[in-house]
């Protein structure tokens, strides 16, 4: 069975500065990667997603994540934080079923707090 | 592009009585998914359908959850009867599946529905 982990509960970081949200996986075979983020009494919106290719993978919001083949990491990074990006932050795994279906797992997410 | 609709957005129940939510996917999406959000937690897959067919159910506490997706557009989850730890959000999500090919794996959520268990 697949499962991700989220070390971090709280990220703090200063307006302007760079971010990185943890995450490391594990998974049975190819690794399917995403990234959600969930603002307060909002279902959740996708950010970015690695199915296969370039290690470092774009996103919305000038976010992107790097795939880590050998750490089974894909952490999440945003060179200038806005203080509008503090939101709670979801990594995904998912192998691909049978049919061509993702069954998406979550992690426990981390809350992004930007200070101005 | 209207998204995910969900419903009630609000739910209080006494335990032992029964709930029901509403699901109607984005127009065109083949794949449903019903998620639990428990306060402080990931959201956990209870059952995943492509058109009106079972891909996984194998978390669904199947003695007092049911899910239908009978005509492979909208859904409904019930709970019947509740429990206290049944209080959580309960988000529903649709994926598009372009034809011939594999999923684009990006979920498009609804804005979920709170249930509280008293």
């Known amino acids: 069975a697949q499962s991700v982990a989220q070390p971090e509960d709280q990220v703090n970081v200063a307006e302007g500065n760079p971010l990185t949200v943890k995450c490391t996986y594990s998974?049975?075979?190819?690794?399917?990667l995403f990234w959600y983020v969930q603002y307060p009494n909002r279902g959740l919106q996708f950010l970015l997603k690695y199915i296969t290719g370039d290690n470092l993978v774009k996103g919305s919001y000038g976010f992107e994540a790097e795939f880590n083949k050998s750490q089974t990491s894909f952490h999440l990074k945003k060179p200038s934080a806005l203080v509008s990006d503090s939101a709670l932050y979801f990594c995904a795994v998912s192998p691909v079923a049978s049919g061509g279906s993702y069954i998406p797992t979550f992690g426990r997410g981390t809350s992004l707090i930007v200070h101005p | 592009e209207a998204g995910v609709a969900q419903s009630p957005r609000y739910k209080i129940i006494e335990k032992r009585q029964s709930v029901a939510f509403w699901c109607n996917p984005i127009s065109g999406h083949a794949t449903l998914y019903w998620y639990q959000q428990i306060l402080g937690q990931g959201p956990k897959l209870l059952i995943q359908?492509?058109?009106?067919?079972?891909?996984?159910d194998s978390q669904l506490p199947k003695d007092r959850f049911s899910a239908e997706r009978l005509k492979g557009v909208d859904s409904t989850l019930k709970i019947q009867p509740a429990k206290l730890e049944d209080s959580a959000v309960y988000l529903c999500?649709?994926?598009?599946?372009?034809?011939?090919?594999?999923?684009?794996?990006?979920?498009?959520f609804g804005e979920g529905s709170r249930l509280t268990v008293l």
């Open positions: 359908f492509q058109n009106n067919g079972v891909v996984d």
């Open positions: 999500a649709s994926s598009l599946r372009p034809s011939g090919g594999a999923e684009t794996g990006e979920l498009f």
């Open positions: 998974v049975s075979g190819n690794p399917y």
